[in-house]
């Protein structure tokens, strides 16, 4: 079954709105965690990972959030850009970043 | 660099038939890994390999088998295809299974078994 989960299926913004996708996870022994985008007929492209000894980890306008008292990850994308649209998992590993377990994914659409 | 490289990019197969996905990567990545992603979902992990000689069963890995003869090669083989192995393939790659790196997948195999 999925230990990684993502709140809302879909997510649409406006272009320059900041956005935020959310993650919950459900293995505490997880030890680290990555957000992949994917575009239509594309392999995932990394964005950013975190380690669970970090709370924070910034990006070229992309944050990552992770709570570990509530299994909670976010991935927050500033100044949003049509270029942005695509489906966004988060994953987590209890190894290292090997054997990933993917969430089901969140189909972010930027409209300008 | 050419990255993780899959080919190839679409097959259909009929139920029985045998096939080999094909997976390279000129990183000299020692990790490597297979993927299927079935339609709303995330990927799951089939089988996956530390280093050439060496490999172990991810999440999914009944109907697949797989080898790692060398460091830039890890294909993926469907022994008898069944409907139910209907997917897109993702094969990725890592610096090593304890390395600070992320995976870097390739672009896929749209893979439909009649």
């Known amino acids: 079954g999925e230990s990684v989960g993502l709140h809302l299926p879909t997510l649409s913004v406006q272009e320059g709105d900041n956005s935020i996708i959310n993650c919950a996870y459900s293995n505490s022994a997880s030890d680290y965690f990555i957000w992949y985008k994917q575009e239509s007929g594309k392999g995932p492209q990394f964005i950013i990972d975190?380690?669970?000894?970090?709370d924070k980890r910034q990006g070229q306008r992309v944050t990552v959030l992770l709570n570990k008292t509530v299994k909670h990850l976010s991935l927050q994308i500033a100044a949003t850009q049509p270029g942005d649209s695509a489906v966004y998992f988060c994953?987590?590993?209890?190894?290292?970043?090997?054997?990933?377990?993917f969430g089901k994914g969140t189909t972010l659409s930027v409209s300008s | 660099n050419a990255g993780v490289t899959q080919t190839p990019k679409f097959q259909v197969l009929k139920t029985g038939q045998s096939m080999t996905l094909q997976c390279a990567q000129d990183m000299n990545h020692e990790y490597m890994s297979w993927y299927r992603q079935d339609p709303g979902m995330g990927l799951r992990l089939i089988h996956y390999s530390v280093g050439a000689g060496i490999t172990d069963q991810g999440e999914v890995p009944n109907g697949y088998n797989v080898s790692r003869s060398t460091t830039e090669d890890f294909p993926l083989r469907l022994l008898s295809a069944a409907p139910s192995q209907t997917s897109v393939y993702f094969c990725?790659?890592?610096?090593?299974?304890?390395?600070?790196?992320?995976?870097?997948f390739g672009d896929g195999t749209r893979l439909s078994i009649l």
């Open positions: 990725a790659s890592k610096m090593g299974q304890r390395s600070n790196q992320p995976q870097h």
């Open positions: 975190i380690r669970s000894n970090m």
């Open positions: 994953a987590e590993s209890i190894q290292a970043g090997t054997a990933l377990i």
